[in-house]
């Protein structure tokens, strides 16, 4: 199975990458995971103009990769699942795409182009921190649906 992870974010070393790196290794007996960062000229300068300006621009950024596969978007405001309802969404599937936003989230529209719109709690993280808290999900769902121990 492919999981790709589509994030608003510069590409920068981050006091984060050895975590994301060890999950990734962890997660890659199910499955491959590839980290894609985007910020693009029009994010930078959208983020100078407006909220809405920054959230058109991330759906702009990000309109090449939704639509594709099973597209699972992260928003503060999705649908509270816990660790079960997420495993179900990795289950029988060929290729799934997570999509983590910049520091405006994402708009109505794109939000609508997503198969699935989820939280991960009702606290607001840095794109950073979802982006851990994403890959430990990812690898307790499918222990969960291998019936690994780890997710006990
Ligand atoms: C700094 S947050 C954006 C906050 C913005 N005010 C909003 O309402 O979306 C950056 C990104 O991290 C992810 N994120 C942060 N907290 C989250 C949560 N509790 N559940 C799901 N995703 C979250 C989302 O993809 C969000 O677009």
Not at 18 to 46: C, G, N, Q
Not at 132 to 147: D, H, K, M, P, T
């Amino acid at each position: 199975m492919n999981i790709e992870i589509v994030s608003i974010a510069k590409k920068e070393k981050s006091i984060y990458d050895p975590l994301y790196k060890e999950l990734e290794k962890m997660i890659s007996r199910f499955a491959k995971v590839k980290d894609t960062e985007i910020f693009t000229k029009d994010v930078t300068k959208a983020h100078t103009i407006s909220p809405d300006a920054a959230q058109k621009a991330y759906t702009k950024a990000l309109e090449g990769y939704i639509g594709k596969d099973f597209c699972i978007t992260l928003h503060p405001d999705g649908k509270l699942i816990d660790s079960f309802e997420f495993s179900k969404l990795l289950n029988d599937k060929m290729s799934v795409k997570f999509f983590i936003g910049g520091a405006y989230g994402f708009e109505e529209s794109f939000l609508k182009k997503s198969n699935s719109v989820i939280s991960l709690g009702k606290v607001t993280m840095s794109h950073k921190i979802a982006k851990a808290v994403l890959l430990e999900q990812i690898y307790r769902g499918f222990s969960i649906l291998s019936n690994h121990p780890y997710h006990k």
